[in-house]
């Protein structure tokens, strides 16, 4: 995998040629679920997982970026690819490819590809790498659901600078005939997708106008179809996000068509879902326990962008309402390709402080005192620490609270790695 680029370039050509060298094995998989967006895909992908397996059914599932391991990527009807088997799909594309130039991401989606092709399932997840026109996953000729989760500012240097382009980009996973089961956009965002699916001929299932899903008073999850309505227990996701991120999952199945998705099933999906990085709690792993033994709570959540960071402003408000006297506190890492000032602003307000870490490895992260400076631009104490580690002692030194670890997945992954087997992705 080390022998080609992780650089970004939207293509299909190259895979396209590598999956005819390999036979196409694309054309071999099970009935998939192609999900594109900005926030929320792999959610929906837990949830989408959870419920087909509540309903005895078996699952392909392909998702990016992995936190500790690869294999991560690669489910094969439920269970994480074997480095057995890894590394020989992984050789048969080298070979098929002849030295010819390959992504990092293509060669690794094609490798993807040809392992669900040799193992029986009843559906793949396929969630889309960046944008949808142009990504690698975007070779499946007729996925039998196509799905859009928000859209909002992300990647712009690649995919346009303003919500329409995104959007445009995102609406080009739509087929003709698959139905495209739409989440909460904004008013900019629909009318382009909107637009694209009627040029594509594809159907669709809006939130907001053919479902629904909505927190009730007492905690649950409401959704609503042309079927009626149904009463489930609160996701297992943490943030009133994921009631919609539940909502659109559930609609997702229902529109698939299989008989043993009943209401039990999604019902019994959406209370198991398990998706590490968003709003998990940690406590038990090597660094986080030095924190709980002294009566903080730990949360590590892989947002990087100015929606994400409305949604933890958001859990963060919650938090200060239902304990006013526990400070919160931020420890936050990004790359260079994301906008710290959209991310930090909507938190600072629920914030005590914020300590700035670098971005581990090589993800080309914005300067911890960069991040620092920005949040106290924004009005917050911040101060930098030199990893993890560091800012956990830093902590120590504070009123015991919420901490929430947030800006990066590749920092998500780090912390993971960090804690051991207690929180690692299973």
């Known amino acids: 995998m080390a022998l080609h680029p992780r650089t970004i370039d939207l293509s299909l050509g190259r895979i396209e040629r590598l999956l005819a060298a390999l036979g196409h094995p694309e054309r071999r998989i099970p009935p998939v679920i192609h999900v594109a967006g900005t926030n929320g895909k792999g959610s929906v992908v837990a949830y989408l997982r959870a ?8 699952v392909h599932a392909y998702t990016s970026p992995h936190l500790v391991r690869f294999h991560e990527r690669i489910r094969l009807a439920g269970k994480l690819i074997s480095e057995r088997e890894l590394a020989a799909v992984l050789a048969e594309c080298e070979k098929a490819n002849a030295g010819e130039p390959i992504t990092f991401f293509e060669i690794t989606t094609a490798a ?5 092709s040799r193992h029986a399932a009843d559906v793949t997840l396929l969630e889309v790498g960046l944008g949808g026109r142009l990504d690698a996953t975007n070779v499946i000729a007729r996925p039998r659901i196509s799905v859009i989760t928000p859209v909002s500012l992300d990647h712009q240097h690649f995919l346009g600078n303003g919500l329409a382009a995104i959007a445009g980009e995102k609406a080009g996973i739509l087929k003709r005939g698959v139905p ?38 007492d905690g649950r999850l409401e959704f609503r179809d042309d079927d009626g309505l149904l ?29 043993k998705l009943t209401d039990t099933a999604l019902a019994r999906g959406i209370t198991a879902a398990d998706w590490p ?5 940690l406590g038990r792993g090597k660094e986080s326990s030095r924190l709980a033994r002294r009566g903080f709570e730990v949360w590590l959540d892989g947002g990087h962008n100015p929606h994400a960071g409305r ?6 408000a919650g938090w200060r309402k239902e304990r006013p006297a526990r400070p919160v506190y931020l420890v936050c890492g990004m790359i260079r390709t994301k906008d710290p000032a959209g991310f930090l602003a909507p938190l600072m307000a629920h914030v005590a402080g914020v300590i700035a870490v670098p971005v581990p490895d090589d993800h080309a992260g914005i300067p911890a005192q960069d991040i620092a400076a920005i949040a106290r631009r924004l009005g917050r104490p911040a101060r930098t620490a030199a990893n993890i580690k560091a800012a956990v002692d830093a902590l120590l030194e504070r009123k015991a609270g919420q901490v929430l670890v947030a800006g990066s997945l590749y920092l998500a992954g780090a912390v993971l790695a960090a804690e051991g087997a207690a929180h690692r992705p299973r």
């Open 51 to 58: 419920m087909f397996e509540a309903a005895g059914l078996r």
């Open 112 to 116: 993807a590809f040809l392992a669900f």
């Open 180 to 217: 495209a089961v739409i989440g909460p956009q904004h008013a900019i965002a629909a009318r382009v997708i909107a637009a694209a699916a009627r040029k594509a001929g594809s159907p669709l299932i809006r939130f907001g106008e053919d479902f629904d899903g909505r927190r009730t008073t």
């Open 231 to 259: 009463h489930v227990p609160a996701p297992a996701l943490p943030g009133r996000h994921q009631f919609a991120n539940a909502a659109l999952a559930m609609a997702a199945a229902r529109a698939f068509g299989e008989p």
């Open 277 to 281: 990085a968003r709003l998990q709690k």
């Open 311 to 316: 949604a933890l402003g958001r859990v963060l």
